[in-house]
């Protein structure tokens, strides 16, 4: 009977030792429990025995938007009267924090948390609590001990912010040209539509209204983007582009104006043929006063007044010498 008792004492403080370790890590806990049962005889933890319990949840995808609050639910069929280890932890990457340890709230939710039973209410969500969260409950029965957890994904929704357009105020019939349109607050992604003149542009899918209006551009609802392959006197307007995600009221940036202009290839011509007489008529002049002796004379001139300075100033020199 001693003997019992010792084993069963020593099965408890396993069992806490395990479960408190696993708050830590699973697969530290785990690792742990091996290295005790090979410590101990097999027929030791045939009285104690771990058993999985089932753990349920209202719902795995919760979403909520933005400064309002959300529930993730975590429910048991455990009798009223037995312990319970109750932990939430939030799972970011590689990076697992607790939320709810030691019957308190940790971190930011420390103040905009409460418990409902077994499951949490956050008040005032914010983006940054979007991520996967674990449901982890653990209790004591005359079996052994039990365990069991849910995992649930919270995505709090954003409304999108007014996007930032860019639209190049002129451009040249023939060219490549792009127009962008991003905002990068919305949460889910937000979707970008645009518009010329107040008219919502079509996309360029081959088929029905899109094929016969003879698109000349690719407009991506995902990226923003518009893209003229060969830009022409018709894509001249106002433009503006809708950012919008099905959260709030869509956002539209300020209407800009792109000017598109023929290439005025027979003034492009004259101007180079004026440039090139001037040039030549430069040229013909040089040569004109070459002919003519004019940059000899002027090079003799410098020549002789040099002469008459230096031989003045020898005069002088000797004068002041004698």
Known sequence: MASRRLRLLLLGYLGVFCWESRGVGDHQSYSLCELHKLMLPVNVFKDHKVTGIAIETDNKNVKAEEFKEAILSCKHKFSKGMSLRIEWKKIQSQEVSFVYYNGEFTGDLKDRAEMLNTGIRIRNVTRKDSGTYRCEISAKSEEGQRLGEATITLTVLVPPTTPICVVPNSAMTGTVVELSCKEAEGSPPSEYQWYKNGVALLEKTGTGSARTANITYTMNKKSGTLIFNTVSKND?????????????????????????????????I?????????????????????????FTKESSSQKSNSQSTSEKDFKHTKSFVI
């Open 236 to 268: 001249t307007g106002e433009y503006f582009c809708v950012a919008s995600n099905g959260i709030g009221l869509p956002q539209k940036c300020s209407m800009k104006r792109m000017q598109v202009d023929d290439l005025n290839v027979s003034g492009i």
């Open 270 to 294: 004259a101007a180079v043929v004026i440039v090139a007489l001037v040039m030549a008529l430069c040229g013909l002049g040089v040569l004109y006063a070459q002919k003519k002796g004019y």
